[in-house]
């Protein structure tokens, strides 16, 4: 199995080895998009705690009647994945860029309306 394998190994690496790479500037826009996601996943961390944080408060709301101030990096989030977005090398349409900050106004007004419906008192 061993020498099959190396065998199969020596025929495929050859001609992969042989060959030059026809588009030079693909690694690059490969490692543009890979710095590029380091403020996007960055971003998407403080934008899902924002998101989760606005969910829990909803459901204390909702289920005991009160609630706790918590701390959150409101814009934080969609400010990092706008920032990779536009450093990306791609072109992007505007309307993506509107898409987190949408949602975080959306969780925010949503938490003012459960609290308001249900009459919530702080903790």
């Known amino acids: 199995m061993n020498k099959a394998f190396m065998l199969l190994l020596c025929f495929v690496s050859g001609s992969a ?9 693909t690694g690059l826009w490969y490692g543009k998009w890979a710095l590029s996601f380091v403020p996007i996943a960055l971003g998407l961390v403080f934008h899902l705690l924002t998101l989760w944080i606005a969910a ?7 289920k005991h009647g009160r609630f706790e101030r918590t701390s959150a990096f409101p814009f934080v989030g969609p400010l990092l994945i706008c920032f990779g977005l536009w450093w990306s090398p791609s072109e992007i349409p505007v309307w993506v860029y509107l898409i987190p900050w949408g949602l975080e106004f959306l969780a925010g007004i949503v938490s003012v309306l459960v609290q308001k ?7």
């Open 56 to 62: 829990v408060v909803a459901r204390e709301c909702i």
């Open 17 to 25: 080895i042989g060959q030059s790479n026809p588009d030079p500037a």
């Open 117 to 123: 419906a249900t009459h919530a008192r702080s903790a």
